[in-house]
């Protein structure tokens, strides 16, 4: 093995010192002299060259390392930069961040940054923070939604058949004594109808404000259904009967099921009120109900006009609010099947209805079987 | 060269693993999938050359993308939401990290990163990048889900002596 005489040993003692020092300029310097006062191909050369090497490399890494704390994360770095290459993982990190954080500006909340442990945790609970922020903009703007939908039906759905009314009242008032007794009663069954109509949809209006603001508590209970649907058929029989339609029952005596006895027979009620006003006389209507899975099925059948594909699409939904004249002329408020949807939503169930037009309709919705815990193995 | 082709891949030809491997399963060693690749490398390299084996091994990437898209992930989505499917995939499969440093949707060009390469990670230097198949596998993902060309071209290796692959994407015109 060759030896390294004495004073190059000397000499390149002091380059290392001068390189631990960050002297580059210096230990650059004395390599060049050595490289040029000595022949080629000796261990000397061979140490030299390689100490050029790691002095670039050095340098490179100054520069990096100053380009970075400058925040330049475009910085080039050269390649086979293997001595560095933890500040190069280190930009791709901090480039991958910016990347983020330009995602996240733009209202991607999907990032989760995995950086540094406390940075990121940081990072990521800000990124919550906006998803919570975003979220309660949208509750807000669906809350003001509703809040000027429903200042729109109060001005507009009870101005309405007040202004009626108020004429209706006005004529008889004024003109008492020039009117025959058939124009009397037929204003005074106008005045009837109309105050029942606006009495149906304050009703609706106060059913659905208590679902809304939380005021309705969905309590369930095990309910028998099919005492629901005869407490529901008895009140609504007269109404029936007046269009010689038939109601009947399919539901077993005990048939029961899990949800809110009160919220139910709302759901029902409308139901069966809705098939009432679009069955022609002497129709039929059908409630039956079936086990499925875990899951009960309550539907609603009529014999009655059926609905067209486009008014399909504009059921259950607040802001369209479908109001259609019933076959005998009965008005609606169009709230109806809103609040069923809202209540069966709240009960843990689904809503939905089929419809041939012409030939009927049904009107099914789901209802746990039984309470959670008793569906656990 | 006998030029006539027997065989085509079809995504099917990796086989029911489940049927075939009931007490080893679906895992691997990074060691083993290496060996095949880098003993492939050196027999491509004597029969043709560095440069035609860096071609076979750029295509075949391609072709492993191409199908590893159609097979995988979910084209329907928007870029963005394409690079998260991707990135999940990609670590499912144990095939790296990916992670976006920049993109420029308009001119569809990115810079990408992959951490934990299957490829090359914890490679020995050789101061030359060595992730063609890698460069393939993205440009085929990419041009199985836009219908365009891009080309990949791999700026930073572990064969170069750095801790992450990086690789620039940029639109064929």
Not at chain 1, 196 to 212: A, I, K
Not at chain 2, 66 to 76: A, D, Q
Request: net charge negative; aromatic share 10%.
């Amino acid at each position: 093995m060759s030896e390294i005489p004495g004073e190059f040993a000397q000499t390149f003692c002091d380059i290392l010192i001068n390189i631990s020092r960050g002297e580059l300029d210096e230990a650059d310097a004395l390599l060049d002299k050595q490289l040029n006062n000595h022949e080629t191909n000796t261990p000397c050369e061979n140490i030299a060259e390689n100490l050029k090497t790691l002095i670039s490399q050095l340098r490179e890494g100054v520069k990096f390392a100053s380009a970075l704390s400058e925040g330049d994360l475009l910085y080039e770095a050269p390649r086979n930069f293997y001595l560095f290459s933890d500040y190069k993982q280190l930009q791709a990190n901090l480039r991958h961040l910016t990347w983020q954080a330009q995602q996240i500006a733009k209202g991607d909340y999907s990032q989760n940054v995995n950086f540094i442990g406390e940075f990121s945790a940081a990072f990521n609970q800000m990124i919550e923070g906006l998803r919570a922020a975003r979220k309660t903009q949208e509750q807000l703007k669906e809350l003001y939604a509703t809040r000027d939908k429903f200042f729109s039906i109060i001005s507009h759905d009870l101005r309405s058949p007040f202004n009626a009314i108020l004429g209706f009242a006005d004529i008889l008032n004024e003109e008492w004594e020039e009117l025959t007794d058939t124009e009397r009663k037929t204003f005074l069954q106008n005045i009837r109808n109309t105050s029942h109509n606006t009495f149906d949809l304050l009703e609706r209006l106060l059913e659905w404000s208590r679902v809304q603001t939380g005021k309705m508590k969905i309590i369930p209970t095990r309910v028998n259904l099919g005492n629901l649907v005869r407490e529901n058929f008895k009140l609504l029989a007269p109404t029936a009967e007046g269009k010689f339609i038939h109601l009947v029952s399919e539901v077993a005596e005990e048939f029961t099921a899990w949800g809110d006895k009160v919220a139910i027979l709302l759901v029902l009620r409308n139901l069966i009120n809705n098939a009432i006003k679009f069955t022609r006389h002497g129709g039929l209507i059908t409630v039956s109900a079936a086990a499925m899975h875990k899951l009960v099925v309550v539907t609603v059948s009529d014999t009655g006009v059926g609905i067209s594909a486009e008014n399909m699409n504009k059921l259950f939904r607040f802001e369209e609010q479908l109001k259609t004249e019933g076959t005998d002329k009965e008005r609606g408020s169009g709230l109806g099947l809103v609040l069923c949807r809202e209540i069966i939503d709240k009960s843990g169930g689904r809503i939905w209805a089929e419809s041939i037009e012409g030939e009927g309709s049904r009107f099914s919705f789901t209802l746990p079987l039984n309470a959670p815990t008793q569906d656990k193995p | 060269m006998d030029k006539s082709q027997k065989y085509n891949f079809k995504w099917k030809d990796l086989g029911d693993i489940s049927i075939g491997r009931p007490n080893l399963g679906p895992l691997t060693q990074v060691a083993v999938y290496r060996l095949m690749q880098y003993t492939m490398r050196d027999i491509l390299e004597k029969k043709y050359g560095a440069v035609e084996a860096n071609r076979i091994f750029h295509d075949a990437g391609f072709l492993a993308g191409t199908e590893f898209c159609k097979n995988t992930l979910n084209r329907s989505l928007q870029v963005n939401d394409f690079i998260a499917d991707l990135t999940q995939k990609l670590l499912k499969f144990g095939i790296g990290v990916l992670r976006v440093e920049s993109a420029d949707l308009e001119k569809f060009s990115f810079m990408l990163t992959v951490s934990e390469d299957l490829d090359c990670s914890g490679l020995p230097f050789y101061g030359v990048p060595v992730c063609d198949y890698d460069e393939g596998f993205i440009s085929g993902i990419l041009h199985m889900y836009s219908g365009r060309n891009f080309d990949v071209k791999e700026i930073d290796c572990w064969g170069t002596g750095e801790r992450t692959c990086r690789f620039s994407v940029k639109l064929v015109n």
